[in-house]
């Protein structure tokens, strides 16, 4: 299956903390992008890395890509309650134009 | 507010029903997508249409039905569906059907069959 598989499948951290969470895959992507979904609402596009890239950051949010391992990482710095959401890695495989998703890690920050 | 919207926001249908959801979206984009979301599973990409034409059905039951009358809108119509179709149904857009292309999503259709 080419979707992404997040772990863990639920984390609870306090406020100020920082978030990690991590998504594997199996076959090899052109690129691999993590949205945001607040409960009962549509997903938001966060970031995007390229499988030529390493790294990127967008404001609190750090992502890797790690080829070889076939992983990928979303760093959360210095959470806020309002983090609180599922993060979702998908992936676009190299013969296939499509994203596949996977099931989320559940995000909870804790005021 | 992405420029996704979709209607209605909440459905409970018998399963004897007929009935339709819709997607409209105002950025101007050439690809539209249907979503299935059901709880702790990956979300599952139904169907996939560029430039009004479909380009991807991923072994959807017959008893949903899409329609793309135009690039701006999208429907799902539903007929004789099952209690395990009752999930969250998403919409999602991009300029151009390539998995580089950011998709924005509309907020959802929570979807219960009885």
């Known amino acids: 299956s080419q979707q992404g598989e997040e772990d863990p499948q639920a984390l609870s951290i306090q406020e100020g903390e920082n978030a990690t969470m991590n998504c594997s895959y199996k076959?090899?992507?052109?690129?691999l992008q993590w949205y945001r979904q607040n409960s009962g609402r549509g997903l938001v596009h966060l970031i995007l890395?390229?499988?030529?890239?390493r790294e990127k950051h967008s404001g609190r949010l750090r992502v890797t890509l790690d080829t070889s391992k076939k992983s990928s990482s979303l760093l959360i710095t210095a959470s806020r309650a309002a983090d609180t959401a599922s993060y979702f890695c998908?992936?676009?495989?190299?013969?296939?134009?499509?994203?596949?998703f996977g099931a989320g890690t559940r995000l909870t920050v804790k005021p | 507010e992405t420029g996704v919207t979709q209607t209605p926001r909440h459905l409970v249908m018998g399963m004897t029903n007929k009935k339709s959801l819709k997607c409209e979206q105002h950025?101007?984009?050439?690809?539209m997508y249907w979503y299935k979301q059901s709880a702790k599973k990956p979300l599952e990409l139904m169907f996939v249409?560029?430039?009004?034409?479909?380009?991807e059905n991923n072994s959807v039951p017959s008893r949903f039905s899409p329609e793309c009358p135009n690039s701006s809108h999208l429907f799902l119509h539903l007929h004789t569906l099952q209690p395990e179709d009752s999930a969250l149904y998403l919409c999602a857009s991009s300029q151009d059907r390539w998995g580089a292309e950011t998709q924005y999503f509309g907020p959802g259709t929570r979807l219960l069959v009885l």
């Open positions: 950025l101007g984009h050439n690809a």
């Open positions: 249409y560029s430039l009004e034409e479909r380009v």
């Open positions: 998908a992936t676009e495989g190299l013969n296939n134009n499509d994203m596949r």
């Open positions: 076959t090899s992507i052109n690129n």
């Open positions: 890395i390229r499988s030529n890239e």
